[in-house]
């Protein structure tokens, strides 16, 4: 399994970034897919994720500001982030079966 993860950059507070991830060798839409980050010094967190039936689940610290869609036929996964915070900045990973993404770089800075 190869996750292909992008889409990040440099934004400023308030704005959005989309990020996608790509993979070869399984299909999102049969397990758990997920979006980590890690934040420069600390831990590996999950900011989203969906199950094989299309249901998603957030933490209250990016509730109402990101969203995760799949795309089945392009076997592609997205994560749309608004109002962006300058705390989300972080490496992004997307995560299947047990793989990880190689991660993209986010930062909201002014």
């Known amino acids: 399994v190869q996750l292909q993860a992008s889409g990040g950059g440099l934004v400023h507070p308030g704005g959005s970034l989309t990020l996608s991830c790509a993979a070869s060798g399984a299909h999102f839409g049969v397990n758990v897919t997920a979006w980590y980050r890690q934040p420069p010094g600390e831990r590996r967190e999950i900011v989203a994720m969906?199950?094989?039936?299309?249901?998603?689940n957030y933490p209250d610290s990016v509730k109402g500001r990101f969203a995760m869609t799949r795309d089945d036929v392009k076997n592609t996964a997205a994560l749309q982030m608004d109002s962006l915070k300058p705390e989300d900045t972080g490496v992004y990973y997307c995560?299947?079966?047990?793989?990880w993404g190689q991660g993209t770089q986010v930062t909201v800075s002014s």
């Open positions: 969906m199950d094989g039936g299309g249901n998603t």
């Open positions: 995560y299947h079966l047990g793989f």
